[in-house]
């Protein structure tokens, strides 16, 4: 992050302001050992337990030691998520992850009081860590209406992390797998502003019990929403079709900019300054040969000036208009960018088939990465 830190912030509306980001890491794996309890108890049953023959075993026990470094992807990417699909697992990561999430926050702003009043918190989840983070995002509390009433038992019932001590900004999820889960799970994603204040608390009290029969929606509590994803991570999917389905079915990921330099940096630069004269150039020879082409025909059918004018100019609306306006609306609404998804670039000598397994865990060194963050969490900041 200090490393593309300069580089990334002068394109920014505040080139001048001093780094101010953070990073504090949310430690929650070790919390949980994945084993077998036994039925109707709230721990996890080990070898010492009294009133088992030996107990039951732990993952640990039962990984190889051969390849550790492969057998930790698979732990991490083909063990936990399943594990994550049960519920029991589930409801116990994102209670631990909310209660870290605000332990660290208090930490932090008792050493800097300033922070609770001007700053701003961004969310940065990998992989499993994305779907956790983005749960505790969607269970957030809602205040309802004053004429509304809430049963306190209905929200005691439920099993759901305790409210963050903060709103988040930015939530940045990479080489996530949120798609494709979201997308067995029933669920599409949309905006807390896009529903009226008195359905509030009634959407979002439906997240844990989904209508088999009807679309079901998340509404996860923050401005802005970002996929970040390698072509070549296989874990990855995409977000913005569970967002705007029609909107966004030919369009192809945002690329994130090139920052490391070398020789695709350089033809990188030559080609986005050569592709946008030819872009103008081209789209000024289309209009102009659709204009005589038009002007032609209308005048081959006996039609006046004016009826070509208003033929052309027509202000009726067509379904496809009005998929793409409501297209660009949703997308503005979870992203002040109107963007969602955003790719990272290959390298020249970049196989993708050989660099599929390191592409996943490649996010947290990857200096595109850090920049794309710098230039987000500093967009049009100017306090």
């Not at 079901?216 to 970040?228: D, G, K, Q, R, S």
């Amino acid at each position: 992050m200090k490393l593309a830190y300069n580089a990334a912030i002068t394109s920014t509306s505040a080139p001048t302001k001093p780094n101010g980001i953070q990073l504090l890491p949310i430690m929650w794996r070790q919390d949980i050992k994945f084993g077998m309890a036994a039925d109707g108890e709230g721990y996890e049953a080990d070898l010492g337990t009294v009133g088992m023959e030996d107990g039951c075993p732990t993952l640990d026990e039962l990984t190889l030691e051969g390849v550790p470094n492969i057998r930790t992807v698979v732990s991490d990417v083909l063990m936990d998520i399943p594990l994550y699909m049960t519920p029991r697992y589930r409801e116990l990561m994102t209670q631990i992850i909310a209660k870290e999430l605000n332990r660290v926050y208090r930490l932090f702003c008792s050493r800097n009081p300033e922070f609770e009043k001007k700053g701003k918190v961004s969310i940065f989840g990998h992989s499993l860590g994305s779907l956790l983070a983005f749960d505790v995002l969607t269970l957030q509390p809602v205040v309802a209406p004053p004429d509304q009433h809430i049963d306190s038992k209905q929200m005691t019932d439920k099993k759901l992390p305790p409210p963050l001590l903060f709103p988040v900004q930015n939530f940045f999820a990479a080489g996530s797998p949120l798609g494709v889960i979201l997308l067995l799970r029933g669920f599409k994603i949309a905006s807390r502003k896009a529903l009226a204040q008195s359905n509030v608390y009634n959407a979002l009290s439906d997240i844990k019990s989904p209508s088999p029969i009807s679309i079901n929606f998340c509404y996860p509590a923050v401005e802005n929403l970002y996929n970040i994803f390698h072509k070549s991570d296989p874990v990855a999917y995409r977000l913005e079709p569970l967002i705007a389905r029609h909107y966004t079915s030919k369009l192809k990921p945002e690329y994130i900019p090139y920052m490391k330099g070398g020789l695709k940096g350089v033809i990188d630069a030559s080609f986005n300054v050569g592709s946008g004269i030819a872009n103008r150039a081209g789209a000024m020879y289309e209009s102009i040969k659709m204009g005589l082409t038009t002007n032609m025909f209308m005048r081959g059918l006996g039609l006046s000036r004016q009826q070509i004018y208003e033929d052309m100019h027509s202000t009726s609306k067509s379904p496809d208009n009005d998929n793409y306006s409501q297209g660009v609306q949703k997308l503005k609404m979870m992203n002040k960018t109107g963007r969602v998804d955003y790719c990272l670039k290959e390298g020249l000598l970049e196989n993708p088939y050989l660099s599929a397994f390191s592409a996943h865990m490649q996010y947290w060194q990857d200096v595109d990465v850090a920049a794309f963050l710098v230039r987000q969490i500093y967009y049009n900041d100017n306090d």
